[in-house]
Each structure stands twice: as C-alpha cells, then as structure tokens.
C-alpha cells in the first residue's frame, strides 16, 4: 500500500463523511482482440511504472484492488478522479467495470480515459474526442462524465470534468445551481485548479473548436472555487 494522506476538515457536521480520494491509477489491461500497437505499448508501461516508482513492483491494478479494500475498512467512499486507464482499450475498460460493479463510488473522467494511445487527447482533434466521449457515455452509463453532485451526511460532493482543461457549459451551469443550495461544497476535478487555467482565452492547440467564449463560461466555475 502506498502512502496514505489523512486530512480533517471541521465543518460542524452532525457526523463525520470519510471520503478515499484515488486518482491517476493507469490500468495497463487489454484484450485479446485489442490492437497489437496498443498491447506492447502498455507492456512498455508496465515496466515503466515497476522501474521508476518509488515503490514495490506492484501493478497498476493491485494498487486499485488494495485501494477498493481500504476504503471499506475504513468506511470511506471511493472517489475516483481520472486516468484510471493508461489508455482507451476494451480491455482496461472492461477490468474497470468489472472491478466496480457491486461497488460504491464517484466517478470523473480524466485525459487518459480518452485516449487510445499515450499522447495528448485534445491533439487527436475533434472528431476523435468526440467520437471517443460518445463511447465512454454508453460504457459508462451509470456515470454523468460532465458533472455529478450528491449530498452527503450535509456535504455537497460535487464531480465536475475538466480532463480537457476546461470546464464546459452544461457543467458551469450545474454547479453554479449548486451554489444556491447553500451547502458546504467539496469539488473534485481531475486536473488541479491553478492560476493558468484561469488565465486560458483560447486553444493551446488548433485541432481542438474551444473559443474565448467557451473559455469565459469556464472561467466562471474557476472564479467560484
């Protein structure tokens, strides 16, 4: 098991909410039918993760098992915020659906989840991240990848999707009707919220139809954090 950070936040709370944040798992799983390029490219990875982590040669996806199994001794709920595959293959997203199925958990996307190779999702373009983010919402059904919230124990645990750098309108939206709620608010994103973000007006890359208007609306999520 790897190091576990315990933070406290006193908030008055009737009862104590334990959350287990999990994040950047990188499964390396793939199917027999998955492409070949895709097979000896988390083969790579995998020795990857043994040679250059600072820990025991554990696979990606018995860290995750250890971390499901933590939770549950601990009577904490599972949030998971992105890049729990390497890559976009049948057979990482079939282990992770099978691993959670008669699991209890949050859920938001992260880049690598659109991802078919290790290289940048918005630099595929944009009708690869299209066509890739209409095949996670039909494999992914019982998640909304734009935005969840759900109360618990008086705590508003907000899931908002900013794996491509932004945050768009359907989720701004959401939070902003979060907001009137008047209840404390935890946000998990997939990427950590920090002054560049904010200070984006446009594309940093030409592939991908994001405007300064898109990047206004996202803005309006970042001020409120």
Do not use: W
């Not at 560049?196 to 405007?211: K, Q, W």
């Amino acid at each position: 098991m790897q190091e576990i950070i315990r933070t406290t936040i006193n908030i008055g709370l009737e009862k104590p909410v334990k959350l287990l944040h999990i994040t950047d798992v990188h499964i390396t799983k793939y199917a027999d039918d998955d492409p070949d390029f895709q097979k000896e490219l988390l083969d790579r990875r995998v020795e990857t993760f043994r040679k250059e982590g600072n820990y025991p040669p554990l696979t990606p996806e018995e860290y995750f098992v250890e971390a499901f199994e933590l939770a549950e001794k601990e009577g904490a709920l599972p949030v998971v915020t992105g890049d729990v595959v390497d890559i976009h293959t049948k057979g990482n997203v079939e282990y992770f659906l099978n691993l959670i199925k008669d699991k209890t958990l949050l859920f938001t996307p992260g880049g690598h989840e659109y991802q078919q190779i290790c290289k940048r999702t918005m630099e595929e373009g944009p009708e690869y991240v299209a066509g890739v983010k209409a095949e996670l919402k039909e494999q992914y059904s019982q998640f909304d990848l734009d935005f969840e919230s759900h109360i618990i124990g008086g705590v508003n645990i907000v899931l908002a999707n900013n794996s491509l750098d932004y945050y768009n309108a359907y989720t701004v939206e959401r939070f902003e009707k979060e907001l009137e709620k008047g209840l404390p608010i935890i946000v998990f994103s997939h990427n950590p919220i920090n002054d560049s973000m904010m200070g984006l007006t446009e594309s940093y890359n030409a592939n991908v139809p994001l405007t300064k208007e898109d990047y206004e609306i996202s803005n309006r999520m970042l001020k409120a954090l």
